[in-house]
């Protein structure tokens, strides 16, 4: 087909066909990244993350994962809330209250790849949505799709943060795009946000960021984080919240939006009670599966340390209490989350006197 020029038109047109909202087309070669990603993990920062201190020299390079690889497609879909969207509670952070954005996704790209083949016969490529060791954002940023914000996610002009990425690594000869300009003032509005202190000069430590400690984390969560962690259950909003970029942000993609409501609609004590098979049946279909019934648990009693004064404090304490005997291991955790709840209880009967 035509010149490179005409055939990454004609690529571009497709995936805007397919249901992306942004594609950029970076090279298959090395990605600049400045050493960051290196010093990065060479500071212990990805936390208890191995996969990402494996293969660097592959995440940096595209094309040691497919052969023949000339170009990335690197595509993008929106995520904001719209209008009566479901509200988070018990604590989800917005990616989680969908449908599974890792199939969403992942089908779109086989349709396309299918349209690709039609469109060059040549065509060889891969598709990879959180499946391979990329360095999506770095990719992102070359193919002009947004920069990477101070809270290191990606930005993107007219959406925002709330954007999940995607790339398909190709033999196409296509032409790359200018890589974005950087997009932040240097407000530090995601930085003041954090509750735990996660981000600084250095980039995002992965070792007090909530949404690793939720989500990656399988063991026990540092005590000293317990109380800032609030009655988040799955992930953070904190620092996309606080960016002046997602201000305005239109709807994100109606089909990962959509969905049940998220866990089912279960309370925070519902959660407590919950045996493995009620956690399977709940997260099925949703990106919140990704913490284990264990690892639910786990946040859902720090999550009820923090909810005093709320209206479901007292059946909280119900539920720590039952679930102490069943999951001794959380013990101290919960005889905490149980202390900070009677505290605020016997605080309110002495003002009461």
Same mark, same amino acid.
């Given at each position: 087909?035509?010149?490179?020029?005409?055939?990454?038109?004609?690529?571009?047109?497709?995936?805007?066909?397919?249901?992306?909202?942004?594609?950029?087309?970076?090279?298959?070669?090395?990605?600049?990244?400045?050493?960051?990603?290196?010093?990065?993990?060479?500071?212990?920062?990805?936390?208890?993350?191995?996969?990402?201190?494996?293969?660097?020299?592959?995440?940096?390079?595209?094309?040691?994962?497919?052969?023949?690889?000339?170009?990335?497609?690197?595509?993008?879909? +929106?995520? @904001?809330?719209?209008?009566?969207? *479901?509200?988070? !509670?018990? %604590? =989800? #952070? &917005?990616? /989680?209250?969908?449908?599974?954005?890792?199939?969403?996704?992942?089908?779109?790209?086989?349709?396309?790849?299918?349209?690709?083949?039609?469109?060059?016969?040549?065509?060889? +490529?891969? @598709?990879?949505?959180?499946?391979? *060791?990329?360095? !999506?954002? %770095? =990719? #992102? &940023?070359? /193919?002009?799709?947004?920069?990477?914000?101070?809270?290191?996610?990606?930005?993107?002009?007219?959406?925002?943060?709330?954007?999940?990425?995607?790339?398909?690594?190709?033999?196409?000869?296509?032409?790359?795009?200018?890589?974005?300009?950087?997009?932040?003032?240097?407000?530090?509005?995601?930085?003041?946000?954090?509750?735990?202190?996660?981000?600084?000069?250095?980039?995002?430590?992965?070792?007090?960021?909530?949404?690793?400690?939720?989500?990656?984390?399988?063991?026990?969560?540092?005590?000293?984080?317990?109380?800032?962690?609030?009655?988040?259950?799955?992930?953070?909003?904190?620092?996309?919240?606080?960016?002046?970029?997602?201000?305005?942000?239109?709807?994100?993609?109606?089909?990962?939006?959509?969905?049940?409501?998220?866990?089912?609609?279960?309370?925070?004590?519902?959660?407590?009670?919950?045996?493995?098979?009620?956690?399977?049946?709940?997260?099925?279909?949703?990106?919140?599966?990704?913490?284990?019934?264990?690892?639910?648990?786990?946040?859902?009693?720090?999550?009820?340390?923090?909810?005093?004064?709320?209206?479901?404090?007292?059946?909280?304490?119900?539920?720590?209490?039952?679930?102490?005997?069943?999951?001794?291991?959380?013990?101290?955790?919960?005889?905490?989350?149980?202390?900070?709840?009677?505290?605020?209880?016997?605080?309110?009967?002495?003002?009461?006197?």
């Amino acid at each position: 087909m035509g010149s490179a020029d005409e055939l990454t038109r004609r690529v571009k047109e497709l995936a805007g066909q397919a249901g992306f909202a942004r594609v950029g087309i970076a090279a298959a070669g090395a990605v600049d990244d400045g050493g960051r990603f290196r010093r990065w993990v060479g500071r212990g920062m990805h936390a208890s993350m191995g996969y990402l201190a494996r293969n660097v020299e592959k995440r940096l390079r595209p094309d040691r994962l497919v052969d023949g690889a000339r170009s990335v497609i690197c595509l993008a879909a +929106g995520y @904001a809330p719209g209008e009566g969207d *479901p509200n988070g !509670e018990p %604590g =989800l #952070a &917005r990616y /989680a209250r969908g449908r599974d954005y890792h199939k969403v996704l992942k089908r779109r790209c086989r349709a396309l790849i299918g349209r690709l083949r039609r469109l060059e016969a040549t065509f060889e +490529g891969r @598709a990879f949505v959180d499946s391979a *060791p990329l360095l !999506e954002r %770095g =990719l #992102a &940023r070359a /193919a002009g799709i947004g920069w990477i914000g101070r809270n290191r996610c990606l930005t993107v002009a007219g959406l925002g943060s709330y954007v999940f990425l995607c790339e398909i690594v190709s033999n196409l000869p296509l032409t790359p795009d200018r890589p974005s300009a950087e997009g932040c003032d240097g407000c530090g509005a995601c930085v003041a946000a954090c509750p735990t202190g996660a981000l600084g000069e250095a980039g995002l430590d992965a070792r007090r960021c909530v949404s690793y400690l939720t989500v990656e984390h399988a063991g026990a969560i540092d005590a000293e984080l317990w109380p800032r962690m609030g009655r988040r259950l799955i992930g953070c909003d904190a620092c996309q919240e606080a960016c002046p970029h997602n201000r305005g942000a239109p709807p994100g993609d109606p089909e990962l939006r959509a969905g049940e409501a998220p866990l089912g609609g279960a309370s925070l004590a519902d959660v407590l009670e919950w045996s493995e098979p009620d956690w399977d049946l709940a997260t099925r279909g949703s990106a919140a599966r990704r913490a284990s019934w264990a690892m639910m648990l786990r946040n859902a009693v720090i999550a009820a340390g923090n909810s005093a004064g709320r209206d479901d404090a007292p059946a909280l304490q119900t539920a720590l209490k039952r679930l102490r005997a069943r999951r001794p291991e959380l013990a101290g955790a919960i005889d905490w989350a149980i202390d900070r709840l009677s505290a605020d209880t016997r605080g309110v009967q002495c003002f009461a006197r």
